[in-house]
């Protein structure tokens, strides 16, 4: 974890650019506390049974300190990358040491994203609909607004 490897508090991570319900669910067991979910996902989330108890705590400010461990049957993806079968399954530089990708700004991440074409693609896509949905919600609230 980030946070104990280097002492600095983790940025949270918004997961968006869903392609299916099973997505959203494993993100979130994956500890992912925020995401941009689209409309067709969210009903069929809606209509996804679950025999889980409700959780009716509030989150903590810093949702990564007291991470619970990863399910096993999600450990395997760990190792893959689906988008790209030549990633060899590490997180390491050649020392054995941790890479901080969000070091220098986020330099190491970029040059990994703009090397990886299947992943600055779908990240594009995510971004342009995060902000054409933002857009639509903001027009609706200030839509809301105005009539008050």
């Known amino acids: 974890m980030l946070s104990t490897g280097n002492g600095k508090r983790q940025p949270r991570i918004m997961g968006a650019g869903y392609l299916s319900a099973s997505e959203v669910v494993a993100t979130a067991e994956m500890g992912i506390a925020n995401a941009t979910i689209s409309a067709p996902i969210l009903r069929d989330l ?8 409700l959780v009716n705590t509030p989150r903590p ?9 990863l399910p096993a049957r999600l450990t395997s993806l760990l190792k893959v990358d689906l988008l790209d079968s030549t990633w060899d399954g590490t997180y390491y530089d050649g020392k054995g040491e941790s890479l901080d990708w969000l070091a220098e700004n986020g330099k190491r991440l970029d040059e990994a994203i703009e090397k990886d074409l299947p992943a600055k693609t779908r990240l594009a896509d995510a971004l342009k609909f995060f902000v054409q949905e933002e857009e639509k919600s903001r027009a609706f609230l200030e839509a809301l607004i105005e009539k008050l």
Not at 46 to 53: A, L, N, R, V
Not at 61 to 69: G, L
């Open 46 to 53: 809606i209509k996804t049974p679950s025999s889980d108890p």
């Open 61 to 69: 400010n810093d949702v990564y300190a007291n991470a619970s461990p």
